[in-house]
């Protein structure tokens, strides 16, 4: 099995910095992309940000400019540097992991449980 744990969640004024982080463990022969989606209440998950294995990024409109995304592979972990935060960033934030497991041919999506992000204004 994979698990994708997430942690740095929490409570942050509007304008300041917040860190994410999510660690892969279990049976992992290689991570591909992995990436942070967000879902405010109400609405649809959507994505934050992704990042290949090989350092490729990709952001959505909302954030680019003030989130960036970083990885570890060697850890097999995924960064969410939030800065510049503003109240529209408010939702649970789950992590994303397309993992190819030992002895499976191809890869897996897996999801982190979510941790929960509130940007006070």
């Known amino acids: 099995q994979v698990q994708l744990v997430e942690s740095g969640g929490g409570l942050v004024q509007a304008g300041g910095s917040l860190r994410l982080s999510c660690t892969a463990s279990?049976?992992?022969?290689?991570?591909?992309?992995m990436g942070w989606y967000r879902q405010a209440p109400g609405k649809e998950r959507e994505l934050v940000a992704s990042?290949?294995?090989?350092?490729?990024?990709n952001y959505a409109g909302s954030v680019k400019g003030r989130f960036i995304i970083s990885r570890d592979n060697a850890k097999n972990t995924v960064y969410l540097q939030m800065n510049s935060v503003k109240a529209e960033d408010t939702g649970v934030y789950y992590c994303?992991?397309?993992?190819?497991?030992?002895?499976?041919?191809?890869?897996?999506?897996?999801w982190g449980q979510g941790t929960q992000v509130t940007v006070s204004s």
């Open positions: 994303n992991a397309h993992v190819k497991r030992l002895g499976y041919p191809y890869p897996y999506e897996y």
């Open positions: 279990g049976s992992i022969f290689s991570i591909n992309t």
């Open positions: 990042i290949t294995s090989g350092g490729s990024t």
